[in-house]
């Protein structure tokens, strides 16, 4: 029912707007050399914007770790990964955000596995939505999006960080928050995004000294599975832009954010939201 609802509120926002639909049209991946001897560890890479982050850090010369929570998926996800690239370093290990009591084991797993690579980067972009009212939410609702946004980005950034730090790896780590992380806040979610930004002020904080960079970006309404389910229309109207961001966009932008190019920027979080949540933050629907 609420699908059909959905559909119906979309159609008439197109009509009113004399919007003609736009199919996804994915915009150029940055290339070249930024990543170059870099070693990434991707939270959440099997799709969306964890996937493009694997995608462009790999055209830009990176060896990539990517994490889920199924096997099967990293799976298929290194296998188009190394469709297009098929010199690339993938690795692709189990990694479940929600299990914290399980994640040293599993950073250990991937430290072995690699090779003797040098992990220096992390991108925490693991992350689930739940759009549920205040009045309607529910403890168990209210967990699972606390526990895998934020509970989970903050546990596993505490391993990796130790182990950049033992090793003296002068690196980066970049959070994924969202425009939700500056609306205000009534969902689990736009509560955990605004815990990502504030998180990665107090990290880049904490990691200035040690030669470790922290940024988040914020990106707003992106076309994945997260919003438009499979939908390939990425016409939105109650966006300042009229449509939603690429995950390609994203990507390219979280590229230069873990380059030598950014070292200055530290503990900021770089809006790439179309205006929502800077603009406006009356557009979350
Ligand atoms: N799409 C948007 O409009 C938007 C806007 C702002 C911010 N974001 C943020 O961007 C990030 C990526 O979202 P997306 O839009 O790309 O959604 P997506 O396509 O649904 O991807 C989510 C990714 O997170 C992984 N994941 C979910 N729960 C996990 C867990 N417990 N442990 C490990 N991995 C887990 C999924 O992997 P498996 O399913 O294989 O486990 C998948 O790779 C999230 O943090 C999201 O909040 C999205």
Redesign the pocket.
């Known amino acids: 029912m609420s699908k059909i609802l959905r559909a119906l509120r979309k159609g008439f926002r197109e009509i009113l707007r004399y919007n003609p639909i736009k199919k996804y049209v994915p915009v150029p991946v940055l290339e070249g050399e930024l990543l170059k001897d870099r070693v990434a560890l991707i939270?959440?890479?099997?799709?969306?914007?964890?996937?493009a982050i694997a995608y462009s850090f790999i055209k830009n010369g990176a060896c990539v770790i990517i994490?889920?929570?199924?096997q099967s998926?990293?799976d298929e996800a290194i296998k188009n990964l190394k469709k297009e690239n098929a010199n690339a370093e993938i690795y692709g290990f189990e990694?479940?955000?929600?299990k914290v009591s399980k994640m040293s084991e599993s950073f250990n797993r991937i430290v072995n596995e690699i090779d003797k690579k040098k992990i220096d980067i992390l991108v925490n972009?693991?992350?689930?939505?739940n759009k549920t009212s205040f009045w309607n939410a529910s403890e168990e609702d209210f967990d699972s999006v606390i526990n895998?946004?934020l509970k989970?980005t903050y546990f596993l950034t505490k391993i990796v960080a130790k182990y950049m730090v033992d090793n003296k790896i002068e690196g980066n780590i970049l959070n994924?928050?969202?425009?939700?992380s500056v609306r205000p806040a009534i969902t689990s979610?736009q509560l955990a995004?605004w815990g990502i930004r504030a998180f990665t002020k107090g990290l880049a904080k904490e990691l200035c000294s040690k030669g470790i960079v922290v940024n988040s970006i914020?990106?707003?309404?992106?076309a994945?599975?997260?919003?438009l389910d499979g939908d390939d229309n990425i016409n939105r109207p109650s966006s300042p832009i009229g449509r939603?961001?690429t995950?390609e966009e994203i990507a390219s932008l979280s590229v230069i954010l873990v380059s030598n190019l950014a070292k200055m920027i530290d503990g900021d979080t770089l809006m790439a939201t179309g205006g929502c949540g800077n603009l406006t933050y009356d557009d979350w629907d």
């Open positions: 939270t959440g890479g099997t799709s969306g914007i964890g996937y994490t889920g929570r199924s998926k990293i990694l479940d955000n929600n972009n693991a992350g689930i939505i895998t946004n989970g994924v928050s969202s425009s939700s979610y995004k914020a990106p707003g309404p992106t994945t599975d997260m919003l939603y961001a995950p």
